[in-house]
């Protein structure tokens, strides 16, 4: 008799109701406890189909995998994990709450968990990445911000860890990824800005380790070679990341003896930095100096005028880097889960014909003198 209460109680939990098992799910589908069974544990031999309605039915019914057992069987944690590089410029990258609700919103559809943690350096990243591999708290991981030259992706290689990237590196062997085309964005914006009558258009790239940076570059150069416009290496400024790195970066061009009457700026933030150097040297933004920029930020909304740029829909990329990790998980060949995506233009006041030419412009600038203005954060 003791040993009946104990085996009945091994499926009651705590709440007192019954623990649905995989054999109740295999008995409502008419199906054998091993293909339900392999089935939800992601074996390849399993059809999309049959994996599709045995998940579906798992759900209506309300089971529930006990996390340890299906580790011990299947040798998973069914956890993806998310390392963040946070810095003192970057802490509160506006992108974040929205990438990783798309993340989590994918995971939990398929009975997945996310494990996330925080590191200040890159050394300290890697470091973080090898803990959680060994204390088998994630299966794999979603790398943010490729770099052309990626530790974590060297790191996650040797352990043989299953990993996606949200961007490119310069080595794509064994690397799956999701990324947005910025590099179609930048030569839209180069374009556009060539169809309203610029001439003179110059290019604030992002960070120089950033897969993302040079994509964008070349965006922008093929940008000027449809529009029929020349490459001028001094129209193209220092990296800029930040707003004041972004103000300072238009003040240069600006100072140029023939200088640029629109600029494409490879990050939003950085382009916010334009307000500022425009208002010391009281010119306009959308009319004086056109900008378009790339990520889509609130802030950018807020400006005056509004930015104009190419938007990136974190929590469709969350979401998607998620399952594509799943997939990777389970056993996906890498060069089969490659995506990409476009940007959205998001059309605000910052770019219009130009009021001066690029000689009219430099006139202007040598007969108002440059104000010493304090910059400020642009809120």
């Known amino acids: 008799m003791q040993t009946a209460q104990a085996a009945t109680g091994a499926n009651r939990p705590a ?29 390849p031999d399993i059809a999309e189909t049959t994996r599709l309605r045995i998940s579906r039915a798992a759900e209506r019914l309300g089971y529930r995998p006990l996390a340890h057992a299906q580790a011990i069987r299947t040798g998973r944690v069914r956890s993806l994990g998310l390392v963040l590089q946070i810095d003192d410029d970057d802490s509160a990258r506006p992108f974040l709450a929205d990438f990783i609700a798309g993340v989590t919103q994918a995971a939990s559809a398929e009975s997945w ?18 803990r959680l591999v060994d204390e088998q708290k994630a299966d794999g991981f979603i790398l943010p911000r490729t770099l052309l030259q990626d530790g974590r992706i060297d790191t996650l290689r040797a352990q043989n860890v299953p990993f996606i990237l949200f961007g490119r590196t310069a080595d794509p062997t064994g690397c799956a990824w999701y990324d947005i085309k910025g590099e179609d964005a930048m030569r839209a914006a180069t374009t556009r800005l060539a169809s309203l009558g610029h001439t003179r258009i110059a290019h604030v790239p992002g960070g120089e380790v950033y897969t993302y940076s040079k994509l964008r570059m070349e965006g922008y150069r093929d940008g000027l070679a449809a529009a029929g416009l020349a490459f001028d290496p001094a129209l193209i400024a220092a990296p800029a990341m930040t707003p004041r790195e972004g103000e300072v970066q238009t003040r240069a061009l600006l100072a140029l003896p023939e200088p640029p009457t629109a600029i494409v700026f490879a990050v939003d933030r950085a382009a916010l930095g334009a ?11 959308g ?3 056109s900008v378009i920029a790339y990520d ?3 802030e950018g909304a807020y400006a005056d005028p509004g930015l104009t740029t190419f938007a990136v829909n974190s929590r469709q990329a969350g979401e998607r880097l998620a399952r594509l990790l799943i997939a990777r998980i389970r056993g996906a060949a890498p060069e089969d ?18 009021r001066l030419t ?3 412009l430099a006139q202007y600038l040598s007969t108002h003198p440059n104000a010493d203005v304090q910059w400020e954060e642009p809120k």
């Open 358 to 360: 690029s000689h009219a």
């Open 287 to 289: 009319s004086d100096l």
């Open 337 to 354: 889960l490659r995506e990409l995506a476009p940007a959205t233009l998001v059309e605000r006041g910052s770019d219009r014909p130009p």
């Open 275 to 285: 307000y500022a150097a425009a208002r010391a040297l009281h010119l306009r933004i």
């Open 113 to 130: 968990t996310i494990t996330i943690a925080t590191a200040p350096t890159e050394a300290e990243v890697r470091a973080t990445l090898s």
């Open 296 to 298: 889509g930020i609130p």
């Open 15 to 43: 709440n007192g109701r019954r623990r649905v098992t995989i054999a109740d799910v295999a008995r409502d589908l008419g199906v054998t406890k091993s293909t339900v069974s392999r089935a939800l544990n992601g074996y």
